[in-house]
């Protein structure tokens, strides 16, 4: 299974709309993988929170009509990373879309774990409350985003629901990039689970991003790693690898809290 992350660079100077049209360009030219991961809110960038309220659309909005339609071109499975949602009640959500290779939107996973600490999302937007799953190309796929990193019970609740691939798809700061290193490979090392952890690269709203985007396998080695800056992030995954990782090193079965 081929699976490529596209570790977009985030520039205020790049209009939503514009940013939207190159990402869909980017996502067809990965034409021949089986899945494609974008980073959390790339339209507007993670931490521009000014731009929440004017660029909030529903699940069927802008986005998701370039996403759906770059899916179906290029014949992947699309993790279209995450947008701000505006729910039915005029809420906001920061919420993933997921695509089949038909341009089918399959799953939508909304945040649970909101960044902030009284302040910014955590206080502009409603938190998600259920795990999502779904089979994609030969992996099942927990879905994930950013700040969620940092809590394994997420993650352990991903595993029991069937997930083999943890996908993180994240704005995450450089000057906290070094936990975003060894959280990625703590969650796969822990579940036995590949995970595809996806940042941001560029700066927007005054905030540097980490950029260095990662793939670990479920023995916590590095597939592959992107630099800091706009890249495209190709790796080739073994859907047996995970059977055979929890088979030949079987902790997962000596779990006793938390069952």
């Known amino acids: 299974m081929r699976a490529s992350l596209i570790q977009i660079a985030i520039d205020g100077g790049e209009s939503v709309a514009d940013r939207r049209l190159r990402a869909a360009e980017l996502v067809r030219g990965q034409a021949g993988s089986d899945l494609v991961v974008l980073p959390e809110l790339w339209p507007t960038g993670a931490f521009a929170y000014e731009l929440f309220e004017a660029e909030a659309e529903p699940l069927d909005g802008p986005t998701h009509a370039v996403m759906a339609a770059a899916a179906r071109d290029a014949g992947v499975w699309l993790h279209a990373g995450s947008v701000v949602e505006r729910a039915a009640d005029g809420r906001m959500y920061n919420t993933s879309l997921v695509y089949a290779p038909d341009g089918e939107r399959v799953a939508t996973y909304r945040k649970i774990h909101r960044f902030g600490f009284d302040k910014g999302e955590a206080v502009m937007m409603g938190a998600g409350t259920e795990l999502v799953t779904l089979p994609a190309g030969g992996l099942t796929l927990g879905l994930s985003t950013c700040y969620d990193l940092r809590f394994p019970e997420l993650y352990r609740g991903l595993v029991d629901a069937g997930a083999t691939a943890l996908v993180v798809s994240a704005g995450w700061p450089e000057r906290r990039r070094e936990h975003w290193t060894v959280l990625a490979r703590a969650r796969a090392i822990e579940n ?43 790796v080739e995954l073994d859907p047996e690898k995970v059977a055979v990782t929890r088979e030949q090193f079987p902790a997962l079965k000596d779990r006793v809290l938390g069952r």
């Open 192 to 234: 036995q689970a590949y995970v595809l952890a996806l940042a941001e690269a560029g700066t927007h709203a005054g905030v540097e991003m980490s950029g260095h985007s990662l793939v670990v396998d479920p023995w916590g080695e590095v597939l592959a790693e992107a630099g800091a800056g706009e890249e495209v992030l190709v």
